[in-house]
Nanobody, 126 residues
Framework: HVQLVESGGGSVPAGGSLRLSCAAS????????MGWFRQAPGKEREGVAT????????RYADSVKGRFTISRDPAKNTVYLQMNSLKPEDTAMYYC????????????????????WGQGTQVTVS
């Protein structure tokens, strides 16, 4: 059973930085996608960034390109989201998610492709 534990959220002023971490356990040694989604109050949960654990391929939402960087440390089974130049509109609960295998081309931010979810960590930008 896959478990995901996020950490690293907090409150920062606009223009600041935060790094989120997602520690994964319980999945077999296969290529999966691990991503970050976020949900602001009253809004749909949206994909932010995702990475394949095998090849390190990445995808980003247009709203965060050039500001956020997703990376992985296979030795630690951990995925990171470095968030720079934060804006108030980045305020949301951030969730780590993982697929159970490869996903179809173009569905990197389709929530239905992700079988496992963490509890979330709050990011507030003022």
């Amino acid at each position: 059973h896959v478990q995901l534990v996020e950490s690293g959220g907090g409150s920062v002023p606009a223009g600041g930085s935060l790094r989120l971490s997602c520690a994964a356990s319980g999945y077999s040694d296969r290529d999966i996608w691990m991503g970050w989604f976020r949900q602001a109050p009253g809004k749909e949960r949206e994909g932010v960034a995702t990475i394949s654990t095998d090849w390190g391929s990445t995808r980003y939402a247009d709203s965060v390109k050039g500001r956020f960087t997703i990376s992985r440390d296979p030795a630690k089974n951990t995925v990171y989201l470095q968030m720079n130049s934060l804006k108030p509109e980045d305020t949301a609960m951030y969730y780590c998610a993982a697929t159970s295998g490869e996903i179809r081309y173009g569905t990197w931010f389709d929530r239905a492709e992700y079988n496992y979810w963490g509890q979330g960590t709050q990011v507030t930008v003022s």
